[in-house]
């Protein structure tokens, strides 16, 4: 029970761990729940949820790559993400959902929807630094002349560095004051996925790429240029103290999925 529990501590909602178990799996949820359950004083059931929340995650994944291609096509997008956030939503009812509700009652405090958000957009990132290791070991940057693509390789881990430094931002709202994110948003975070922008322009003048490649390059200049929208509007949050876009935030977060579910 909350009876004990400030109402200045922060919790993690139901419905903000599954934005963020949606948009970043399993993984996300037992990050969050773990924070909930460190809160709540049960540091063991924490534990427990961060373990179940990476092995669920690697055998989603490992199940997703085992099923044939032709099968997995007609698979809708969003049905695999819906099914293990409905799910999850179920556990965390029956594990957190007495106290979040007790905490609510009481008027405490709660973290936004789109902070959560991004706790799934990095848990999403490693995932997909997994994803594109497992494709380039397995099939590798090859042009048509049968060369292995050092140049295009490089650039790409330039990209996924940007990436990494720019999601940072997700760690430091909770850490650090309001004008240190607004300096950070400005000076790295949408600069690097503006430098990102420009680098896979210069890779698609590489010429004999393979049009996998080509169209690999337009869903992650989509992806950068959703992750900017999505960055002006956290400036505006938290410049105006505000929850007014929140909603906004979550459609761009929903949107950056669809290119993150066509990446996959």
């Not at 600069?191 to 393979?210: A, Q």
């Not at 200049?221 to 105006?240: D, H, Q, V, W």
Request: aromatic share 10%; net charge neutral; with cysteine.
């Amino acid at each position: 029970m909350t009876e004990n529990l400030s109402p200045t501590t922060k919790l993690y909602s139901q419905r903000a761990i599954s934005i963020a178990t949606y948009f970043g799996g399993p993984i996300a949820a037992g990050l969050l729940a773990r924070k909930n359950f460190i809160a709540l004083g049960k540091e063991d059931y924490g534990r427990y949820a961060l373990i179940i929340g990476i092995v669920a995650t690697i055998l989603i994944f490992a199940g997703i790559f085992s099923i044939p291609s032709d099968i997995i096509d007609k698979i809708p997008n969003p049905l695999i993400p819906l099914i293990y956030t409905g799910i999850i939503y179920l556990i965390l009812e029956k594990y957190q959902g007495e106290e979040l509700k007790e905490h609510k009652l009481n008027k405490g405090e709660f973290y936004s929807a789109w902070k959560a958000t991004g706790i799934g957009a990095i848990c999403m990132t490693i995932l997909l630094v997994g994803i594109f290791g497992y494709i380039y070991i397995t099939t590798g940057n090859i042009l048509p002349n049968g060369k292995f693509d050092k140049k295009y390789d490089n650039a790409i881990a330039i990209v996924k560095e940007n990436e990494e430094e720019a999601l940072t931002l997700f760690n430091k709202i909770d850490k650090e004051s309001p004008n240190r994110v607004i300096e950070f948003i400005d000076s790295t975070g949408i600069p690097k996925w503006e430098e990102n922008i420009r680098i896979l322009n210069e890779l698609d003048k590489i010429k004999g790429l393979y049009k996998q490649l080509l169209k690999q390059d337009e869903l992650l200049r989509n992806y950068c240029n959703l992750r900017i929208e999505s960055y002006r509007l956290i400036k505006k949050a938290l410049m105006e103290n505000s929850k007014i876009y929140d909603q906004q935030i979550e459609n761009i977060n929903y949107k950056i999925e669809l290119e993150i579910s066509k990446l996959k």
